[in-house]
């Protein structure tokens, strides 16, 4: 057990590997986790937001486009250390955390698109993580509109009972927030395929065993098309 609101023991992936096919024509030549939001970068935001909670290691799980991030100039503290985990390939969303599992060091870690923001107390997160034996915490965020994101519904106790990613429902409830904890374990239960999403290959396999859903009151905000992204540069 970690000591309470330490996440500086805490690794952190974030998952910017994406080919960003719906938000190519604002894009252009360049990831989609490099796109400016004001006078910095949705990495920019999401690092940042990282290094003040605690988190001191970040792993980039790169690939389309991968040497513009390798090759940006991150403005971090100096006790904090970024790691690349590069795909030759593209792997999905699960592959690509396969493929990052030997460069983590904790045995609960942190998981984060990087194509998307929620602003979530962490040490809070961490402490549900913790308190659970969660093999999966996913932060779940309320949505008018269950087509924006994954569908989470969870029981009085927050264990998760469903997950259905992106249903063409208008009604509201959870959505996945784009936020994970995850105990290493995890990497037992993934398939032995290389290639596969966490959202729609892997996740609703495994919520019947200790999986929790994360409530927070924050708006998920995401540049994965170009409407969405024209909205999160008002918002942010």
């Keep these: 057990m970690y000591p309470k609101n330490e996440l500086k023991f805490i690794d952190a992936v974030i998952l910017c590997g994406g080919l960003g096919t719906r938000i190519k024509s604002v894009a252009g030549n360049k990831p989609k986790a490099l796109l400016e939001i004001g006078n910095r970068t949705m990495l920019d935001l999401i690092i940042n937001g990282l290094t003040k909670a605690g988190l001191q290691r970040i792993i980039l799980s ?28 593209p792997l999905g969303t699960g592959g690509a955390l396969k493929k990052a599992e030997f460069l983590l060091k904790s045995q609960n870690f942190l998981v984060l698109n990087g194509d998307s923001i929620c602003r979530i107390d962490l040490n809070n997160f961490l402490e549900f993580h913790l308190t659970r034996r969660a093999l999966l915490s996913i932060a779940l965020s309320h949505s008018e509109k269950l087509s ?65 859903g994360f409530v927070v009151k924050s708006k998920v905000i995401d540049i994965g098309t170009p409407k969405r992204y024209a909205r999160a540069v008002k918002i942010l």
Excluded at 175 to 184: E, Q, S
């Design 62 to 89: 790169v690939g389309y486009l991968k040497d513009q991030i390798k090759k940006y100039p991150f403005n971090l503290p100096k006790y904090v250390t970024v790691e690349f985990s590069e795909e030759d390939y």
């Design 148 to 212: 924006e994101g994954g569908h989470v519904i969870i029981s009085r106790s927050k264990r998760i009972k469903s997950f259905n990613e992106k249903p063409h429902i208008d009604s509201g409830g959870f959505i996945n927030a784009g936020a994970y904890f995850m105990n290493r374990d995890i990497f037992l239960k993934m398939p032995s395929k290389n290639v596969f999403s966490l959202e729609k290959d892997f996740f609703s396999n495994i919520i019947r065993q200790n999986c929790y």
